[in-house]
């Protein structure tokens, strides 16, 4: 997401090598964007119009993922550069890129918040009304930056405080997220590294449903039975030829 106070940013954006890694050209465009009041005035916030900060909720376009998803920006500090184009990093490790994690290989902190925020509320981005999706859509988004950015706290946080006098829809929304139980569905984890002619430009994020086992249980099943039907007709075909 861009913010306006971070276009004349220099931060050094995250990377990461792997495995897997797809190299096509990725775009992106809007998807929903809108302004929140912010009485504490902090660095996440637009210098020429003290107070207010700018949200905004990407649509990925050319993933493997699928033909169009939402993507979230994990880095509110980084300038959103033009003609900016992504190299898509599937099957992540949140703790490669949010790196708090205990001796016993345990999510904690803000790995753990971030997958938390996922499981409890991005099934409930889409659906609604068209209101209802943009609001819901907006507030993950101010509740992901503040997972990432600061310490998951809407209303006290060290880099964003909202005024309870001042809160909106979105800030009201990305409040009940950060406060919501964690939910059964599980997801994995895709990073869209971004890349301009002007440097390095915000990494994204975007999920897929993972399947629960009896889901894939299935899936065996179903190849099996396919395959088993393919073998009789082959046979019977072989008879018939003799």
Known sequence: MNIKSALKAAAVAATLICSGASHAAITYGPAEATFVIDAENTPLLNPLAPGVQFVEVYNVQGSSLAADILAFCIQPNVTQHPFTTYTQISNVNLSSWFTDVNSYGTLTGRSALV??????????LSGGTDDENSTNRLGFALALWDVVADDGDIFGGTHQ???????????????????????????????FAGTSPSGLSQNLIS?????????WAMMVVGLGLVGFMGRRKSEKSAKFDA
């Open 207 to 215: 999920v897929s449903a993972v399947p629960e086992a009896d889901t």
């Open 161 to 191: 405080a909202f005024s309870a006098g001042l809160e909106n829809a979105v800030v009201q929304t990305a409040d009940a997220m950060l406060h919501a139980a964690p939910g059964t569905t599980h997801y994995s984890y895709t990073v």
């Open 115 to 124: 997958k938390k925020l996922f499981e409890s509320s991005y099934a409930s």
